[in-house]
């Protein structure tokens, strides 16, 4: 038994020194464990990252805040850096699971993410003490252009009888309700009853009318690119994304207003490599790092470097990509309401679905 | 000789206590407490709140009616393949059992591809100027799934008490004078009832909680019981009803299973 220990850890060094050689070897200053959402970065940033500075990463993924947020509360998995979204990082700083930064180890972050991603952050991190911009976006109105022929420019237009069976929603809760409670003229962020009770009328009636072909997430991308719907709400990330694969296609933001959201790279608490994580956030902040995943996942990036890197001249001016957010009225950031209001858009998004 | 052979038995004794006891007595734990840990009946009775009623009425709804089109597809079925010989026969169970070597997911994210507005099934009917299938999303296509996905296990529960039935019997009932059908009502129809009995459950308690099905096939439109307890998991994070709505459940299958062991007393169907 020994011996076999004995030539088991040989071969961990043997093979130890066979990846390691070039640059840095790799684990020699530790670990860092990343937890952020699936198809969210470039791999070839992480292995430049681990070749760089000698730091091993670990890397898992998930696919919605809401999933996440209890295994990070559990601690049986310390992780050190998380991707969440703006309500949750709201929540993550209430709850005291997340750790301040220290700017001053992350010049990066300083330096190149935008002024103006920072002072929207404040919606949910009012001091900028917790989080570091990586993505950011808007959601809107994804149409067909063979299919819609009216201008485009409202909400309303999902509750166009003309659009029967025509149209995909967004299966999540916040996102379903930010478009009546919009529509209606009302924050997103409402949590007065009767807001809500009438985005949810709102909703009922657009599903009995039979309009929502279906509720989905992820799928709104593919079936819209298969022209299986006239209209769909999506990310405006997946936008670019889509018209690429189908030049029929036009993304909009409603003048309504609507949501402008932001995940950002946060430390946890718990975890036990701060150090490397605060030199993880960094590198990920350096131009040419967010350029690589800016091609990669076609998210907007609040990097200014990368923004100015970008070669490709339509995808720099893009009104989609990176829009004039003065441009647009009651534009907001997600907020974290609190667990009875939490409940309450819970109950009634149950309501809407049991109609 | 007794002692050996319950060494036997460990490894699946670990494996149930493990990978079912544990996270069943969790289940339970969840479901009979509320967020601070104290004792609460009131996440099953939750189910009486009219959207969750709703959602599992709807739930029994579909999985009956997908539960009976088996059996009315099954029987048949089973009865040609226990009258025909042998090598013919393998091959037909063989074809019957081929889509299941691809995972269920896939398979039914296939009849989305096969079913949607402009898919396969659509392009070939439009191509030939007939009018288009439009079942994608509603109860229908739910119902397509939960037939495709479970009639296997209608179709080999019946099969085996099928092919376990003297011949005998049946030459001695036709002799005796009776027709087809007689010798059927009074001859293997009874001798079979456990297979049928045990079809029924096997394919009744998968439909009655999946959420995948309801999810791709019925765009997420229709809310079955499954998809509320689901959701109260991964999405609203309440772990409590989650569980408390899952017991409800788990009385409507234990009761659904008494039924099958008590009429099925030689316990012949499960024996596949």
């Not at chain 1, 994804?142 to 999902?158: A, F, G």
């Not at chain 1, 001016?317 to 819970?346: C, H, Q, T, W």
């Not at chain 2, 029987?75 to 074809?95: D, E, G, V």
């Not at chain 2, 009832?193 to 998968?206: K, L, W």
Request: charged share 20%.
């Amino acid at each position: 038994m020994k011996k076999f220990l004995c030539m088991f850890l040989c071969m961990v060094l043997a093979m130890q020194a066979l990846t390691g050689c070039g640059g840095k070897k790799t684990g020699e200053n530790g670990v860092v464990y990343v937890y952020n959402w699936g198809e969210y970065i470039d791999p070839e940033t992480i292995s430049m990252f681990e070749e760089e500075t000698g730091i091993t990463v670990i890397y898992d993924e998930f696919d919605t805040n809401e999933a996440m947020l209890p295994k990070v509360e559990a601690g049986a998995s310390k992780y050190d850096v998380i991707c969440p979204s703006d309500y949750m990082i709201d929540k993550m700083i209430q709850k005291g699971l997340l750790a301040e930064l220290n700017f001053d180890n992350m010049p990066n972050a300083k330096k190149n993410i935008g002024a103006q991603y920072y002072e929207q952050s404040k919606g949910f991190d009012p001091e900028n003490k917790y989080s570091v911009p990586y993505c950011w976006g808007t959601v809107g109105i994804l149409y067909n252009k063979t299919m819609v022929t009216e201008p485009v420019d409202s909400w309303s237009i999902l509750w166009d009888e003309k659009y029967q069976d025509n149209i995909l929603m967004q299966d999540s809760v916040r996102d379903l309700f930010m478009v009546a409670l919009k529509l209606n003229g009302h924050s997103m962020n409402s949590t007065n009853k009767e807001e809500l009770e009438a985005a949810k009328n709102k909703l009922i009636e657009q599903k009995q009318k039979s309009l929502v072909q279906a509720y989905v997430i992820d799928e709104v991308r593919d079936k819209m690119i298969g022209n299986e719907a006239a209209i769909g709400v999506i990310y405006s990330g997946e936008a670019i994304f889509t018209q690429r694969q189908n030049p029929d296609l036009e993304y909009v933001i409603p003048k309504e207003g609507t949501n402008v959201w932001i995940d950002s790279w946060v430390i946890c608490k718990n975890g036990e490599n701060k150090e490397n994580a605060e030199k993880f956030i960094d590198f990920m902040c350096r131009g040419d790092i967010a350029l690589m995943n800016f091609e990669y996942i076609t998210y907007s990036t609040p990097n200014t470097e990368a923004q100015r890197l970008i070669e490709d001249e339509d995808i720099r001016n893009s009104k989609i990509a990176f829009p004039n957010l003065d441009d647009y009225e009651n534009l907001e950031v997600f907020r974290y309401l609190g667990e009875e209001a939490d409940a309450m858009y819970n109950a009634y998004w149950k309501e809407v679905f049991s109609n | 000789m007794s002692k050996s052979r319950k060494m036997l038995s460990l490894p699946f004794l670990f494996w149930s206590a493990l990978f079912i006891l544990i996270p069943l007595c969790m289940v339970f734990y969840y479901g009979f407490t509320d967020k601070n840990g104290s004792f609460t009946l009131q996440n099953l009775f939750a189910i009486a709140t009219p959207e969750h009623s709703k959602a599992l009425w709807e739930a029994i709804k579909l999985s009956v009616v997908s539960t009976i089109i088996c059996l009315l597809l099954a029987y048949p079925l089973a009865m040609i393949l226990s009258n025909i010989r042998t090598a013919q026969k393998s091959f037909i169970i063989l074809i019957f059992i081929l889509p299941m070597w691809m995972n269920f997911l896939l398979r039914t994210l296939a009849w989305q591809t096969l079913l949607e507005k402009k898919g396969v099934i659509n392009s070939v009917l439009s191509a030939l100027h007939l009018p288009a299938l439009n079942i994608i999303n509603t109860p229908a296509a739910i119902i397509l799934g939960m037939v495709y996905n479970f009639l296997p296990f209608m179709v080999l529960p019946i099969y085996n008490v099928l092919i376990k039935i003297d011949k005998n019997l049946i030459h001695a009932a036709r002799d005796l004078g009776a027709n087809g059908v007689k010798t059927f009502l009074h001859i293997t129809l009874p001798l079979s009832i456990s297979g049928v009995i045990s079809g029924i459950t096997m394919v009744f308690v998968p439909a009655l909680t999946t959420f995948v099905i309801s999810r791709l096939l019925g765009g997420n439109k229709i809310l079955l019981i499954g998809n509320v307890i689901e959701q109260e998991f991964t999405v609203t994070g309440n772990w409590h009803l989650g569980s408390g709505l899952s017991i409800v459940l788990m009385l409507f299958i234990i009761f659904n299973m008494v039924l099958s062991v008590v009429t099925d007393k030689d316990g012949e169907a499960n024996a596949i």
